[in-house]
């Protein structure tokens, strides 16, 4: 699983039932976080404070008190800043409301480290999912490229095992869903390694479950797919949740509710492959300006400035670091060697960021990386310093 050890953005949790656990003592204040239900009964309109996330556990609501709660609650979530995640916990028989769109639809008996894992995984999603439509809206499409087989086709669902239970998966998932079925892990990481699928469904036994995770798991293009576990024994479930599962479905579920915690991981999917797609594709050309003497001033300020407003939605700050040799202590005495020294340098910081950060060379400026959190510059920091102890340039 593609795993996080602290939270993007920091925030008070609003929650209904289940109150996630503090992540550390960098986290909001506990008594920062709002109960729902304590806000719904009084009437109240929920803080402006940004949430790290929202989670309801849906049977802390009254049947008839549903559709009231939801029809409080779901405005004020739209009208955020931004975009935060949301959950549902459930039950194999709870009924869930109509037309919420929730990030996930997650068993409640999901341990509290892992709650906050999928928070960590889902913040860091949104984070992707901005900085592709802001590359994608500053540079533009990007002519000629095509993409990965592992980004590419129609949305999809992968289910992996022999249980004989194909046949259901593929009536509670979407029309517009194309199912496909593989015998084992091996046969499954082979069929994604060839087209795109948004979410995978593991209906196995518990021992042949925790196999095929790990095998997708290692797998880095496939550490943020969303994975379904299917347990018999409700005593499996955790260990599942810790081996790599988005979610586990214990037992027999409703069909109402199958469909929907289908639905929300297909989506969810869907969004993290498209923004992989143009990230990847941004990432090559960006590259290959190298070639014309870097990107464009004009274009790097766009970006630069859109981007740390987007941030600043979130109370995060965007940190740029300027890469020349300078910088490093490096002289340079040609313009070949400074060719030489500025190609080792964007290397570098490619290799040591992540996807959503910049690195490129600007052109008349020299190379850049702009980084989402401040941990991300001090690692690139001592790596940069690493390598150019132990290199002759």
């Known amino acids: 699983m593609d795993v996080e050890t602290s939270l993007s953005w920091r925030g008070p949790y609003w929650y209904a039932g289940r109150r996630p656990r503090r992540s550390g003592s960098g986290d909001a204040p506990e008594d920062l976080d709002v109960s729902l239900l304590k806000m719904f009964d009084r009437g109240s309109r929920l803080p402006l404070a940004l949430p790290a996330a929202v989670v309801v556990d849906v049977a802390e ?15 004020q979530i739209r009208n955020l800043v931004c975009e935060v995640p949301f959950y549902l916990l459930t039950g194999n028989d709870d009924l869930l409301p109509d ?37 994608r809206r500053v540079f ?70 925790i196999d095929y995770m790990q ?32 979610d586990v479905l214990v037992g027999e579920n409703r ?10 991981a297909i989506r969810f999917g869907k969004r993290r492959r498209l923004a992989d797609r143009v990230l990847a594709e ?14 464009g001033v004009e274009d790097y300020t766009t970006y630069l400035e859109a981007c740390s407003n987007q941030l600043a939605a979130r109370g995060l700050d965007l940190w740029e670091m300027r890469l020349q040799p300078e910088n490093f202590g490096i002289e340079v005495t040609s313009l070949d ?29 020299g190379p850049v990386a702009v980084l989402k959190n401040e941990a991300g510059t001090t690692r690139l920091q001592k790596r940069i310093n690493s390598i150019l102890t132990h290199t002759v340039l």
């Open 61 to 75: 609501l009254e049947e008839g008190q549903k559709t009231a709660f939801f029809e409080w609650l779901m405005p």
């Open 99 to 135: 037309g919420l769109q929730p990030t996930a639809v997650i068993d409640r008996i999901v341990p509290d480290e892992v709650l906050l894992m999928l928070i960590c995984i889902h913040q860091r999603a949104l984070l992707r999912s901005d900085e592709a439509q802001l590359r």
């Open 140 to 209: 533009g499409r990007i002519p000629g490229f095509g993409s990965a087989p592992h980004h590419s086709g129609s949305s999809s669902l992968l289910v992996v095992g022999l249980s004989g239970r194909f046949l259901e998966w593929q009536d509670a998932s979407d029309q517009k869903v194309e199912v496909v079925g593989a015998f084992d892990g091996s046969m499954a990481v082979e069929f994604m390694s060839k087209r795109a699928f948004d979410a995978v469904v593991i209906d196995a036994p518990f021992d042949d479950a």
């Open 215 to 246: 095998q997708i798991r290692r797998d880095a293009r496939f550490a943020g797919l969303p994975v379904l576990a299917v347990c018999e024994r409700e005593e499996d479930l955790v260990l599942l949740f810790r081996n790599g599962a988005s």
């Open 255 to 264: 069909k109402e509710t199958l469909v929907k915690r289908l639905n929300a």
């Open 282 to 295: 941004s990432h090559m050309w960006l590259r290959q300006q190298v070639n014309v003497g870097g990107l």
């Open 337 to 365: 060697e400074l060719e030489e020294i500025n190609a080792t340098l964007l290397s570098i910081a490619d290799a040591t960021s992540r996807d959503e950060d910049l690195v490129c060379l600007i052109r008349d400026v």
